[in-house]
Nanobody, 122 residues
Framework: QVQLVESGGGLVQAGGSLRLSCAAS????????MGWFGQAPGKEREFVAA????????YYADSVKGRFTISRDNAKNTVYLQMNKLKPEDTAVYYC???????????????WGQGTQVTVSS
């Protein structure tokens, strides 16, 4: 059974940085496109960033381009999201998953993990 465990969230002031991690187990991690998705309070879960299986291609939501960087370490079965210049509107629970078709939406291969909370104060 595949398990996704997100970590690295926290409370940070606007302009600050965080690095999120998502560790996967129970799958051939290097075979999957991986993405990060954020769910703000009262809103639907939305695409943030995605990375190809090799790490050679990355994709970002317009709202995070130039501020966030997605990367992966297939040897560690882990995908990362470096978040810089954080804004209050980045506040959300962040999840990782492997999209089946398009990189920016479902369906997804795996059940969602518990996510990691990011709170940005102004």
């Amino acid at each position: 059974q595949v398990q996704l465990v997100e970590s690295g969230g926290g409370l940070v002031q606007a302009g600050g940085s965080l690095r999120l991690s998502c560790a996967a187990s129970g799958c051939t991690f290097s075979s999957y496109v991986m993405g990060w998705f954020g769910q703000a309070p009262g809103k639907e879960r939305e695409f943030v960033a995605a990375i190809s299986w090799s790490g050679g291609r990355t994709y970002y939501a317009d709202s995070v381009k130039g501020r966030f960087t997605i990367s992966r370490d297939n040897a560690k079965n882990t995908v990362y999201l470096q978040m810089n210049k954080l804004k209050p509107e980045d506040t959300a629970v962040y999840y990782c998953n492997a999209p089946v078709n398009t990189y920016y939406s479902g369906p997804y291969y795996f059940d969602w993990g518990q996510g990691t909370q990011v709170t940005v104060s102004s």
